[in-house]
């Protein structure tokens, strides 16, 4: 009998799994944010701070702001710093200029606005959380220091030549390297004739 019994167990399970799609950390959830109810993925309701998507938000973004959200949840834990909440954005398909920059930092309401899904843009925005005085060199300090320790390569590289665009940033640049930064090249938004995936 207790075979029949597990065996019955066993069937029933499977019929369970059959009719529910399984979860993973990517599944979208209904929470409510900022006292809207909002669809957001699993993952990010395991982060420091609390995510929240432009009204507009494109669902078919999520994958692109995994990677940069988790690296933030990684900073705020080492350099101890206190984000109470994040708003990205979503621009797929964009012809000419977004009226926005590409992510700022609010000192008061300790949250962060992020347009660009790169490490550079988030690093440079988790700079002024650490600072005060704008792209001063406290600062331009504080950002060259995140750089080098959260990124490598051509990323690296790429980012501390962004920073010779702002005079502070341009003096560490050449007491790091011991030269000019090469000329800055203004950079066209990530999401310009992007297409979701
Ligand atoms: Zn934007
Ligand atoms: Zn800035």
Redesign the pocket.
């Known amino acids: 009998m207790g075979v029949v019994k597990s065996a019955a167990a066993g069937c029933a399970l499977s019929n369970y799994d059959l009719a529910m799609p399984a979860r993973s950390e990517n599944t979208l959830i209904e929470l409510k944010i900022a006292g809207r109810y909002r669809l957001v993925p699993i993952w990010t309701t395991k982060l420091k701070f609390e995510v929240r998507p432009s009204p507009s938000f494109d669902k078919r973004a999520w994958k692109l702001w995994k990677p940069i959200l988790l690296l933030l949840d990684e900073v705020c834990k080492k350099e101890k710093l206190k984000v109470d909440w994040v708003r990205i954005h979503s621009h797929f398909n964009l012809k000419g200029d977004i009226p926005h920059?590409m992510?700022?930092?609010d000192h008061e309401q300790r949250a962060m606005f992020l347009c660009h899904f790169d490490k550079e843009t988030l690093l440079?925005?988790v700079?002024?959380a650490l600072s005060s005085g704008?792209?001063g060199d406290p600062?331009a300090k504080a950002t060259a220091r995140l750089y080098q320790k959260y990124l490598s390569g051509k990323e690296l590289s790429a980012a501390m030549i962004h920073l010779g665009h702002?005079l502070a940033g341009r003096r560490v640049y050449k007491k790091i390297y011991g030269e000019r930064p090469p000329k800055y090249q203004e950079r066209p938004s990530m999401w310009l004739n992007r297409k979701p995936s």
């Open positions: 920059a992510g700022w930092w440079h925005e700079g002024h704008y792209h600062w702002y």
